[in-house]
């Protein structure tokens, strides 16, 4: 099965809601990750965060090690916003992450 | 800023025929990968390099093999292409090799008719 599951798969939100993805992770890790992709565009790292809370401006991302977690929070979302969010995990073995199915998130206005 | 150069950004061909896609990077990074996209979005890893030596290499077909000159380029080449090979292929580097920031390049879109 796969190893890092997202959810919802896709979120369609008014401009101003909040939103709240998850990732969760099935086998141990050391790292993580979350990217966003616009429409056609290319990947873009949101936030590199291993463990803890990390935020800026009205991204924050909590990693819990322990619980094989990771949340993305977008708060008052903007049309801009629309995209696929992907997160990946990292292991001890080297270079490769393995990354989730993504979330499309859609705002509207 | 882009850093992560790739070309060409989309390339459309028949079966059986060959492919390269080029990849470069201006970070001084020394690791640099190889990712394809699905039409369901899920990446998978195929190769990376560091230093121009391959450290990484899933269990992808032995038609596609990647090619590095130097620790900034790594170009990935497919022998004759199938149906299955169409997908976003997306180019990455990194500083170090493992678990920190992956920066990637916009992408090659393949469609093998």
């Known amino acids: 099965g796969q190893q890092v599951q997202q959810s919802p798969t896709s979120l369609v939100l008014q401009e101003g809601e909040n939103a709240e993805l998850q990732c969760n992770f099935s086998?141990?890790?050391?790292?993580m990750q979350w990217f966003y992709q616009r429409p056609g565009g290319s990947l873009v790292s949101v936030f590199y965060?291993?463990?803890g809370t990390k935020q800026s401006g009205r991204l924050t991302s909590t990693t819990v090690i322990k619980e094989r977690r990771s949340s993305l929070h977008i708060s008052s979302s903007q049309i801009t916003d629309s995209g696929t969010y992907l997160c990946?995990?990292?292991?001890?073995?080297?270079?490769?992450?393995?990354f989730g199915g993504g979330t499309r998130l859609t705002v509207r206005p | 800023e882009t850093a992560v150069f790739q070309t060409p950004n989309y390339h459309v061909t028949q079966v059986g025929n060959e492919v390269s896609f080029n990849c470069k990077q201006t970070?001084?990074?020394?690791?640099m990968y190889w990712y394809k996209q699905d039409s369901k979005k899920l990446l998978k890893i195929m190769f990376s390099y560091n230093n121009k030596q391959l450290i990484v290499n899933e269990t992808v077909p032995r038609r596609f093999s990647p090619q590095s000159s130097d620790k900034a380029h790594l170009n990935l080449r497919i022998k004759s292409v199938e149906p299955e090979d169409s997908a976003v292929y997306l180019c990455?580097?990194?500083?170090?090799?493992?678990?920190?920031?992956?920066?990637f390049g916009s992408g090659t879109r393949l469609t093998v008719l």
């Open positions: 990455a580097s990194s500083l170090l090799g493992s678990a920190e920031t992956l920066y």
């Open positions: 086998t141990s890790l050391n790292s």
């Open positions: 990946a995990m990292g292991h001890n073995a080297g270079a490769k992450l393995t």
């Open positions: 970070l001084g990074h020394d690791t």
């Open positions: 965060n291993p463990s």
